[in-house]
């Protein structure tokens, strides 16, 4: 699949912002006045921010607004109706906070249930789909959703749970890899089945349509992750864990927490690319590529 | 609505036969003209005139090699357009309700003003049957003609897809798979038409009938037997040469 930087940039700096929204909302710390204007703005810049970027990879965003008319089927629209819900909760919850001092707490635990929502509706965009048999399994959701708590955390300054939720969300995913690594073949989709000639014989893409690419071509079949996903792999897991985790467990200075959440956007963002980059459509069959 | 309508009586679809398909594109590029400049937004190309050329096509052709375990490989060109699927993944994941299912007589299609041009369909559907258009950034799909085969202003003839219409093989057909009297049901029961995919779940209502096994040549001739075998080893220079090179050290045998 083709890695598109706006989606990359939505998936990590989104799935950060609504897991501190939802520490915020849980009330795992509980700011008020400027400080609680503080927090709420770096979360509503990650959490919007994404969202916004995200929109930028449409043919016509002038029209996003009609994406929310169809959550009865579409995990996409789900994914906004959950989002625009979860912000204005969340609003109404750090209004609280900022203006009156007080802490509606019914309000912020409904938000940042809401908030944990938007991270599992994005995640089953891709987990829904047959035809990326790497993404068609419940680790996609689980890891969405390690990620945005344990990154929510490291951003709200919650030493403990940020360390088990990363060393958690770490193992999880060379797990995740290793057996992403083997789902495409077990799916049982080949070019066999695909053109339904494999019982005269071996099936060969002999001549592709057009001399040239298409849109299938540049948006489904993508190599150069999988070239390398080894060290992308290490890097990943050095940046967005273990990185992370050792200078949370060193003695509390702001530079070590700083650096923590850096490393851990940086591994976040390999992450997400190696997650598109890797992922192989059933489509590339067809062209005798994968 | 991106909900599947109930499965319609009348299944609209095509049989593509695989035997008969000479891999001319003339499919290819009728659909593309007819489509251009009718329904919806049109196909558009970039570079078209360059090394890079690129372009939307609702209708492409594969050509395939396959090699038996024995005999001669064979080549087989497969056309490839939407399969217009009964239980088409691609409606369901479309956010803003511009994929659609005809509940009349289940064609698929996009409802182009209502597209936010997401792409999500066309990662949903395993046969790459729908591309976004790199000008207007709308999807594009195979609309199965459906402004020529209820078009009363064009002669009878002629309300068929644009594809079918062209094909100078007859290798395209079109009709109601929902009927198991039409013609195109009898002909994929006769043949043995199968579906792409059939794991993926999406029940195309597109058939494809698979060539027909190769003949086995018979001993034809009747004089053969009784002609002076052609000599297998060669003769004259080469002969000669051949044995030479193969006396050397390390010559092949």
Redesign the interface.
């Known amino acids: 699949?083709h890695p598109a930087a706006s989606v990359i940039i939505f998936n990590t700096f989104s799935g950060l912002g609504f897991g501190l929204l939802f520490w915020l909302g849980m009330g795992v710390l509980v700011p008020t006045g400027w400080s609680a204007f503080i927090w709420f703005t770096i979360a509503y810049l990650f959490a919007v921010g994404g969202l916004i970027a995200s929109t930028f990879?449409?043919?016509?965003?002038e029209?996003?607004i009609?994406?929310?008319?169809?959550w009865?089927?579409?995990?996409?629209?789900r994914e906004?109706v959950c989002a625009v819900f979860a912000l204005i909760v969340m609003a109404i919850y750090g209004a609280g906070l900022v203006f009156a001092g007080t802490r509606l707490e019914f309000v912020g635990i409904i938000g940042g249930l809401a908030s944990l929502g938007v991270v599992f509706t994005t995640s089953m965009?891709y987990a829904?789909?047959?035809?990326?048999p790497r993404w068609r399994h419940w680790t996609t959701p689980a890891m969405y959703l390690l990620l945005s708590l344990g990154g929510g955390a490291l951003l709200a300054g919650q030493v403990r749970i940020a360390a088990v939720l990363l060393i958690i969300g770490g193992i999880l995913q060379m797990f995740a890899w290793g057996m992403g690594d083997r789902r495409f073949a077990e799916?049982?989709?080949t070019?066999a089945?695909?053109?339904?000639?494999g019982?005269?014989?071996?099936?060969?893409?002999?001549?592709?349509?057009?001399?040239?690419?298409?849109?299938?071509m540049r948006?489904?079949i993508h190599v150069v992750g999988r070239k390398h996903a080894d060290q992308l792999r290490i890097i990943t897991i050095g940046l967005a864990f273990v990185l992370p985790v050792v200078l949370l467990l060193l003695p509390f200075l702001h530079v070590f927490a700083a650096l923590a959440v850096l490393a851990h956007i940086a591994g976040v963002l390999t992450l997400r690319w190696l997650f598109f980059a890797q992922a192989e459509?059933?489509?590339g069959l067809?062209?005798g590529k994968r | 609505?991106?909900?599947l309508p109930p499965p319609s009586a009348k299944k609209l679809g095509l049989v593509i036969d695989?035997d008969t398909c000479v891999g001319c594109h003339a499919c290819?590029v009728s659909c593309k003209g007819w489509n251009t400049e009718n329904y919806g937004a049109p196909l558009s190309d970039q570079n078209a005139y360059s090394g890079?050329?690129?372009?939307?096509?609702l209708n492409?052709?594969?050509?395939?090699?396959?090699?038996?375990?024995q005999g001669t490989?064979?080549?087989?060109h497969?056309p490839?357009s939407c399969l217009h699927c009964e239980d088409a993944?691609c409606?369901?994941?479309?956010?803003?309700?511009?994929s659609y299912k005809r509940a009349e007589d289940g064609i698929v299609l996009v409802n182009e003003s209502?597209?936010?041009?997401?792409?999500?369909c066309?990662?949903?559907?395993?046969?790459?049957a729908r591309?976004?258009?790199?000008k207007?950034?709308?999807?594009k799909k195979c609309t199965l003609c459906v402004d020529r085969i209820y078009n009363e202003n064009l002669p009878e003839e002629d309300r068929q897809p644009a594809c079918v219409r062209t094909c100078p093989a007859g290798a395209r057909h079109f009709g109601d798979l929902g009927d198991p009297d039409s013609d195109v049901s009898q002909l994929v029961a006769e043949r043995g038409g199968?579906?792409?995919?059939?794991?993926?779940?999406t029940k195309p209502v597109n058939k494809?009938l698979?060539?027909r096994p190769k003949d086995v040549e018979p001993q034809i001739d009747i004089l053969a037997p009784y002609l002076e075998p052609v000599a297998q080893d060669g003769a004259g220079f080469a002969h000669w040469l051949d044995k030479a090179l193969s006396a050397l050290p390390g010559g092949a045998k």
């Open positions: 699949m990879h449409l043919g016509h965003p029209r996003a009609k994406a929310f008319s169809q009865k089927t579409s995990w996409l629209s906004g965009i829904q789909m047959k035809t990326v799916a049982g989709t070019m089945t695909a053109t339904g000639l019982h005269i014989g071996k099936v060969r893409a002999f001549e592709p349509p057009h001399t040239g690419t298409n849109y299938l948006e489904f459509h059933v489509v067809y062209y | 609505m991106t909900q695989l290819v890079a050329a690129s372009g939307t096509f492409r052709v594969h050509s395939y090699e396959v090699q038996p375990e490989a064979q080549l087989i497969f490839k993944p409606v369901t994941v479309c956010p803003t309700g511009a209502d597209c936010i041009g997401c792409g999500l066309a990662w949903a559907c395993p046969y790459g591309e976004l258009d790199a207007e950034g709308v999807m199968f579906d792409l995919m059939p794991e993926q779940g494809y698979p060539p």
